[in-house]
Structures are given as structure tokens and as C-alpha cells.
């Protein structure tokens, strides 16, 4: 360990100026971790830059538009889910959820939708609904020898101009383990797409906790390391009077004088 300069004025310009650079650090991770304010698309040629979104209120959803749905599921299951007719289930997307993958990518299959042995037995159960866009549970059975338990889909529709409602988004939200073999299930980030821990459902990076702790702790670190540095100092200080205080101030024996040159000569006489 590199010893402290012995100069209390050099020490403590080490110490303002490590409080200074963990300042700074501490500025710069902050900055880091916090999100980006969010940008308006809108161009000032927009008529719409201006207009205030007021809120959604929820609707009751009709037997129509439930009669809807269930048309629209029981297409889209087995040919996304089952992967029977992938570029069918593109004609049933909305164009965001078209635009997450190539048409190339939906004939082969490649799709943002999770992959499973889906047999005919299913329900729903509404979350919300609001004009135009719905919000339900999907419970999904698998087919007959399958080694696979139930399912759980969180599915969002959105009604086409053309009054049929589309998928706009299709993810797994848990997976149950079969009667017979028992087990926990398992959650969403388990079976998303993706499968990275820490991604969200919108596919945007979680922040974990802990990171919001380092501005504290390098707030901590310039409050401690000055006050580090004079108990350090203090510490000297007092160490230094103790050892003066135990050592002895008896002055030593003076040297004897040196003889005359008369007494030199009187010893030499008989």
C-alpha cells in the first residue's frame, strides 16, 4: 500500500481532489442509467403535432366482436402456434406485428409468435377493452400425447378498418406443468422469444435495482474519504504525542574537559 504523503496541506488536496473525480463518477453513472427523455415525432407541418390524446375510456365488448375474436383465434392458433400456415397467420397481423419479422421470415415460420402443440380446446378471459383494442388472457390445452402442459397466452387485438380484429401481439405468459407430472410453472421471460433475462415484453432493457444504489455510494465515498483523511491525521497526531511522552528527557553526561597543558606537565613530573 502506497504510504500518505506526510504533509497534512498535500493530503488534503488528495482527498478534495478524489472527492472531486468520485463526484464526477457519480454524475456520469447517474446520467448513464437514467432513460432518455423521449423524443416528439411530430414534424410542425403536422396537423396532429398539437392535439391533445385525452384518455381511453374502457367499452364493453359486444357479442359481436367476441364472435369476432373467436373466428380470428381459431385461425391464427394453428397457423402461428402450430406453425401450419405461417403465412396465413401474416394475413391476420397487424402491420406492427407484420413489421417484426421479414414476409420471407413468416413463410419459413420465423415468427414472434411461441411455438406449441395447441389442440382445440382453449379460452379467454377479457383484461380490457377499449375502442377498437382488446386485451385478453388465452388458456390453450396441448393436443393429445404431447409432452407439454397447458399454456397461458397474453394476447392484444386491434380492429382493421374492415371491422376484423387482428393480432397485434401474441406472447406467453406461463406454461403449466401436466396433471400427472406435477411441478411449478413457469413464467413469462421463461418462454418469451427472446428468452433474455432482464428484456422486457416490449423488448426494452430492465435496470436492475442495485444500479440505482451506486449514486448513493459515490456520494458516500467524497463524504468519506475527506473525513477519512483527518481521522488519519488525528490519528498521527495522537500517535506521535503518546511516543514523545513515553521517551525520556534526562540530558546525558557532559564530556570530560580536556587537561591543561600545565597539568599535563606536572603528571609528567616524579
Known amino acids: 500500500m502506497t504510504p500518505l504523503p506526510a504533509s497534512a496541506r498535500t493530503r488534503r488536496r488528495l482527498g478534495i481532489a478524489a472527492g472531486l473525480l468520485a463526484l464526477a ?3 456520469w453513472a447517474l446520467s448513464a442509467l437514467l432513460p432518455a427523455p423521449a423524443r416528439v415525432n411530430a414534424e410542425p407541418s403536422d396537423p396532429g403535432a398539437n392535439r391533445i390524446v385525452g384518455r381511453e375510456r374502457q367499452v364493453p365488448l359486444r357479442r359481436a366482436d367476441r364472435r369476432s375474436i373467436d373466428q380470428t383465434l381459431d385461425a391464427f392458433v394453428p397457423a402461428a402456434v ?8 401474416y394475413q391476420l397481423a397487424t402491420p406492427d406485428l407484420r ?18 402443440p395447441a389442440s382445440e380446446k382453449r379460452s379467454w378471459t377479457l383484461n380490457f377493452s377499449f375502442p377498437g383494442h382488446v ?6 390445452q396441448p393436443k393429445k400425447g404431447a409432452d407439454v ?21 401474441f406472447f406467453p405468459t406461463a406454461m ?14 421463461d418462454l418469451s422469444p427472446s428468452n433474455v433475462q432482464g428484456t422486457s415484453q416490449l423488448g426494452e432493457q430492465r435496470v436492475s435495482s442495485v444500479f440505482f444504489l451506486v449514486p448513493f455510494v459515490l456520494i458516500g465515498l467524497v463524504l468519506a ?11 498521527r497526531v495522537a500517535r506521535a504525542e503518546r511516543i514523545y ?9 557532559l564530556p570530560k574537559a580536556r587537561p591543561s597543558s600545565e597539568e599535563r606537565e606536572r603528571s609528567r613530573v616524579p
Open 99 to 116: 413489421r417484426s419479422a421479414t414476409r420471407a421470415e413468416w413463410r419459413r415460420g420465423e415468427i414472434p409468435v411461441y411455438p406449441y
Open 25 to 27: 463518477g457519480g454524475v
Open 245 to 253: 511522552a513515553r521517551t525520556p528527557r534526562t540530558m546525558p553526561p
Open 149 to 169: 402442459g397447458p399454456i397461458a397466452f397474453t394476447v392484444e387485438l386491434k380492429r382493421s378498418a374492415g371491422r376484423h380484429w387482428l393480432v397485434d401481439s
Open 176 to 189: 403449466f406443468p401436466k396433471v400427472e407430472d406435477g411441478g411449478q410453472p413457469l413464467a413469462q421471460p
Open 135 to 140: 386485451n385478453l388472457d388465452l388458456f390453450v
Open 82 to 89: 402450430e406453425r401450419k400456415d405461417p403465412l396465413a397467420a
Open 225 to 235: 474519504i475527506p473525513l477519512g483523511m483527518f481521522l488519519l491525521d488525528k490519528y
